[in-house]
């Protein structure tokens, strides 16, 4: 089992895959040079093997080589940077205009 995260559009988002199965994404949004990371899912069967902590490593070093600022709106992304302190430099807090970008489901 080798984990696979890949960059999307149409929605943007970073895809988990295992075994050429999507297991899981990082859903997101760019505005005005940040990265707004909105939602993050694993899905059920993938989960307890520690994937979403690799999608999310994945997905913040890519916006980071991208030169964008990532900004945490997620639960788990928020929790992610809290306890790895090599991404403190690199994440902002979410503005008003940044939550109002969030692309709206339904």
């Known amino acids: 089992m080798e984990p696979e995260v890949t960059k999307q559009t ?8 295992v075994d050429g199965t999507t297991a899981g994404f990082a859903q997101f949004v ?13 899905f059920p069967e993938f ?21 964008l600022r990532i900004v945490p709106v997620c639960p788990y992304v928020k929790k992610y940077v809290s ?3 090599e991404w403190t430099d690199h ?8 939550l109002h970008a969030i692309p709206k489901e339904g």
């Open 47 to 67: 989960g307890g093997q520690g994937l979403a902590g690799v999608m999310v490593k994945e997905a913040l070093g890519a916006t980071r080589e991208e030169g």
């Open 91 to 98: 994440v902002d807090r979410p503005t008003r205009e940044m």
């Open 10 to 17: 149409g929605p943007d988002r970073f895809e988990l895959t």
């Open 30 to 42: 760019d505005h005005d040079g940040s990265r707004v990371f909105y939602h993050t899912e694993v």
């Open 83 to 85: 306890k790895h302190e």
